[in-house]
């Protein structure tokens, strides 16, 4: 079973800065299948990035992904009040596909 | 549009059973694969199983195997979770969603229902 680490547990930022959260895989995620989620509270999870870079739609461009092998990075370049949420990423090479524990990105 | 409803949740006791239910709207259902997904209160997401659009291949992860069946009924457009021998640890919202890919799966998940709350308490 590949785990996924996210880091940090907790990310605190103000509008209008950069966010960078890190997922790393226990190994190799290959053809980059890596997805991004977010969840707001009491919502369910919703698409943010496919194969590790890949917007969904709709998703907004200060979204963005990157990363492949086992070290990937959610980057937010400029943050709305909408985007403070727990995130998640999660690999889906292997059996069973699993998530990351999580990055809660709050208001400073 | 997409939509995916849950329904089904509720209190039960341990070692009790219960069958979700996701009615699904928007797409193609015999087309793609789904999944249900669950959240214990206040933890992070865990994928419990999954069903190719015929209904013909089924997934789960280790420790629902035994417990835990996932169909479909493609003809109405429904997704099921039927839950045996419950467990406290199965306490969670469960999520259905809906695969992305027509014809085969990745398990990942472009759209979710909202959830339904399962509880098993004495």
């Known amino acids: ?108 | 549009e997409v939509q995916l409803v849950e329904s089904g949740g509720g209190l039960v006791q341990p070692g009790g059973s219960l069958r979700l239910s996701c009615a699904a709207s928007g797409f193609t259902f015999n087309s793609y694969a789904m999944s249900w997904v669950r959240q214990a209160p206040g933890k992070g997401l865990e994928w419990v199983s999954a069903i190719s659009g015929s209904g013909s291949n089924t997934y789960y992860v280790d420790s629902v195997k035994g417990r835990f069946t996932v169909s479909r009924d493609n003809s109405k457009n429904t997704l099921y979770l039927q839950m045996n021998s419950l467990r406290a640890e199965d306490t969670a919202v469960y999520y259905c969603a809906k695969d992305p890919r027509s014809s085969g799966y990745y398990f990942y998940f472009d759209y979710w229902g909202q959830g339904t709350l399962v509880t098993v308490s004495p």
Do not use: M
Request: glycine fraction near 10%; aromatic fraction near 10%; hydrophobic fraction near 30%.
């Open chain 1, 1 to 108: 079973e590949i785990v996924l680490t996210q880091s940090p547990g907790t990310l605190s930022l103000s509008p209008g800065e950069r966010a960078t959260l890190s997922c790393r895989a226990s190994q190799s995620v290959s053809s980059s299948y890596l997805a991004w989620y977010q969840q707001r509270p009491g919502q369910a999870p919703r698409l943010l990035i496919y194969g590790a870079s890949n917007r969904a739609t709709g998703i907004p461009d200060r979204f963005s992904g990157s990363g492949s092998g086992t070290d990937f990075t959610l980057t937010i370049s400029r943050l709305e009040p909408e985007d403070f949420a727990v995130y998640y990423c999660q690999q889906y090479v292997d059996s069973p596909r699993t998530f990351g524990q999580g990055t809660k990105l709050e208001i400073k």
